[in-house]
């Protein structure tokens, strides 16, 4: 008798980078914009396309979001899309304000779906990020929205969700 696939197993089947994988550990690299526009648009395309295999074998019912590490593209670029409202995606992105208050949430990562873990993040973010035009925007996010994309910048920075978990924490 064979044994089921796990979760993560699913997930690596579908293109979803696995955790031991080095481009989860790595910083990575922005993109120049405007002159990187084709590139990025590229990366773009294929995180809502692993974006879109991921929710056709799963069900995500706050959202979901995938960075450029998880498709094994070593860039700067992440999308989120939540649980109600429009795409949002994330070129270039950098934290310029966290608030202090924060929310202590179980968390999931494509890149190792079998667990989930109790992860504190600031209840707001602003973010400041890049549109494929080069130009600035600063956006805030809240609650769950602002978990989300904290979850996804982390991936931009080579950090996994349990380094954010507090010591001792399964």
């Known amino acids: 008798m064979t044994t089921p696939p796990t979760a993560s ?9 696995q955790e031991g994988d080095p481009v989860l550990t790595q910083l990575t690299r922005p993109f120049e914009l405007p002159r990187d526009a ?13 974006a879109d295999r991921a929710t056709a074998v799963h069900t995500f019912s706050k959202g979901i979001g995938v960075a450029a590490p998880q498709i094994g593209v070593g860039r ?16 270039n992105p950098v934290v310029v304000e966290e608030s202090s208050d924060t929310d202590e949430q179980f968390e999931g990562c494509l890149s190792f779906f079998d667990v989930r873990g109790k992860v504190p993040r600031p209840r707001t973010l602003r973010v400041q990020h890049q549109d494929f035009g080069g130009q600035w925007r600063t956006t805030t996010f809240t609650d769950g929205l602002a978990r989300l994309v904290a979850h996804e910048l982390d991936h931009l920075e080579g950090m996994l969700y349990v380094a954010r978990m507090a010591p001792g924490t399964r």
């Open 9 to 17: 197993d699913t997930m690596k089947s579908i293109g979803i980078v």
């Open 38 to 50: 084709a590139e990025a648009r590229e990366v773009v395309a294929a995180l809502y396309a692993a």
């Open 76 to 91: 700067r670029a992440a999308i989120v899309r939540p649980a109600e409202g429009d795409a949002i995606i994330l070129l």
